[in-house]
Antibody, heavy 121, light 106 residues
Framework: EVQLLESGGRLVQPGGSLRLSCAASGFTFNNFAMTWVRQAPGKGLEWVAT????????FHADHVKGRFTISRDSSNNTLSLNMNSLRAEDTATYYC??????????????WGQGALVTVSS | DIQMTQSPSTLSASVGDRVTITCRAS??????VAWYQQKPGKAPKLLVYDVSSLDSGVPARFRGSGSGTEFTLTITSLQPDDFATYYC?????????FGQGTKVEI
């Protein structure tokens, strides 16, 4: 059974930094792309970033480019999201998820429970 | 960038109704369209991928169709468990886009 367990979500001040982690199990980690999708309170889904199965290629949404960095560590089956220069509009639940394909051109088929990031002074 | 415009934003229906949700892409796209269902406080669930392929375990009353710039999710006979919010998604080789969501309510 695929399990994705996010951690690291908390209250942070505007301009601050945060690192989200996602511990993955139940599947061959290197065979699938991984992604972060967020959802602001009461709002819709918004793609944040995706990394391919090998970790060599990353893709970031324009609204986080230059501030957020997605990465993966196959030695401990962990997906990470480094977030810098956080803004109030980054407040959201961040979902870690698997992509059905090795590259980014596939649907999301497994989701974590989400990690809440609140950016406020 | 490709935009996905989903309609309607809210849909009122009854058990047994046929329901159709539409997503229009800002330009012609390939087969890389998916549909998700989300219930309050829960993570989304994949229903349909590659426009019309039903994910494993998803009831046959859910149908995806479309091509070019117009894509639809149809629920042929709405069941009590189907009241939820639905999202379309275009996935590409370098960028993803979600529709704004459609809330299906009683």
């Amino acid at each position: 059974e695929v399990q994705l367990l996010e951690s690291g979500g908390r209250l942070v001040q505007p301009g601050g930094s945060l690192r989200l982690s996602c511990a993955a199990s139940g599947f061959t980690f290197n065979n699938f792309a991984m992604t972060w999708v967020r959802q602001a309170p009461g709002k819709g889904l918004e793609w944040v970033a995706t990394v391919n199965g090998a970790g060599g290629k990353t893709f970031h949404a324009d609204h986080v480019k230059g501030r957020f960095t997605i990465s993966r560590d196959s030695s401990n089956n962990t997906l990470s999201l480094n977030m810098n220069s956080l803004r109030a509009e980054d407040t959201a639940t961040y979902y870690c998820a698997t992509v059905r394909t090795w590259g980014p051109e596939g649907p999301v088929d497994n989701w974590g429970q989400g990690a809440l990031v609140t950016v406020s002074s | 960038d490709i935009q996905m415009t989903q309609s309607p934003s809210t849909l009122s229906a009854s058990v047994g109704d046929r329901v159709t949700i539409t997503c229009r892409a800002s330009q012609s796209i390939t087969i890389w369209v998916a549909w998700y269902q989300q219930k309050p406080g829960k993570a989304p669930k994949l229903l349909v991928y590659d426009v019309s392929s039903l994910d494993s375990g998803v009831p046959a009353r859910f149908r995806g169709s479309g091509s070019g710039t117009e894509f639809t999710l149809t629920i042929t006979s709405l069941q009590p468990d189907d009241f939820a919010t639905y999202y379309c998604q275009h996935y590409d080789s370098y960028k993803w886009t979600f529709g704004q969501g459609t809330k299906v309510e009683i």
